[in-house]
């Protein structure tokens, strides 16, 4: 069984982890500071907006004038990424780092039985080690596919648990950007589904 770990909004979320005053403001995350460039990053309350990854730095100060947009510090992030790394393998050993905000960890057997407390021993351990603005989802599969999708169909700080027994009927909601093999582009203009047609869109 795999248990992935997929962090919400990390870049703005870790700018509001560094920077107190951020926290509950809108944030968007630049590659540098100039009004001519796109959003790296949107932190939830921007995305209450309807900004993302894209989103223009003009038309989000249009939209939303009191958006706070700050530079992207990757060596914070790093930092930031190595504390959790810490953290999360006090708990369960990390199996592989997929990103600097996605991690899977591969359960044993006597480890299965316990998926759910696991999951949940690790949000408890970052909220208490690293802070409660970086949160994290988690799907819990039985392959690392499934467990990524099952971490991305309850953001943000989601738990979702997908069992073999519960395939394919678990995934016939599922949206169909949660889907990996899916092009890129497909996943992030595709609608969200309502029915089943997700499966053979």
Not at 9 to 36: I, K, N, W
Not at 138 to 149: M, S, V, W
Request: proline share 8%.
């Amino acid at each position: 069984m795999a248990l992935y770990l997929d962090f919400d909004s990390f870049f703005a979320s870790a700018e509001q982890h560094l920077r107190p005053e951020l926290r509950g403001l809108p944030v968007g995350v630049v590659p540098l500071q100039s009004d001519h460039t796109s959003l790296i990053a949107a932190s939830r309350e921007a995305k209450a907006f309807g900004f993302k990854v894209g989103t223009p730095v003009r038309e989000a100060r249009q939209v939303c004038p009191g958006i706070q947009i700050v530079m992207a510090r990757p060596e914070a992030y790093v930092r930031l990424h190595h504390q959790i790394l810490s953290v999360v393998g006090d708990v369960v050993p990390v199996g592989a780092v997929r990103s600097i905000d996605e991690v899977v960890c591969h359960l044993m057997r006597n480890e299965q039985a316990r998926a759910e407390a696991l999951a949940r021993d690790i949000k408890t351990a970052l909220a208490l080690h690293i802070g409660p603005v970086l949160t994290c989802s988690i799907g819990l599969g039985p392959n690392e596919l499934i467990a990524k999708i099952g971490a991305e169909m309850n953001k943000p700080d989601g738990l979702v648990i997908i069992r073999q027994q519960d395939l394919p009927q678990a995934l016939y909601t599922a949206p169909c950007w949660t889907f990996p093999a899916l092009p890129r582009a497909t996943r992030r203009v595709w609608p969200a589904p309502e029915s089943r047609m997700c499966m053979v869109c």
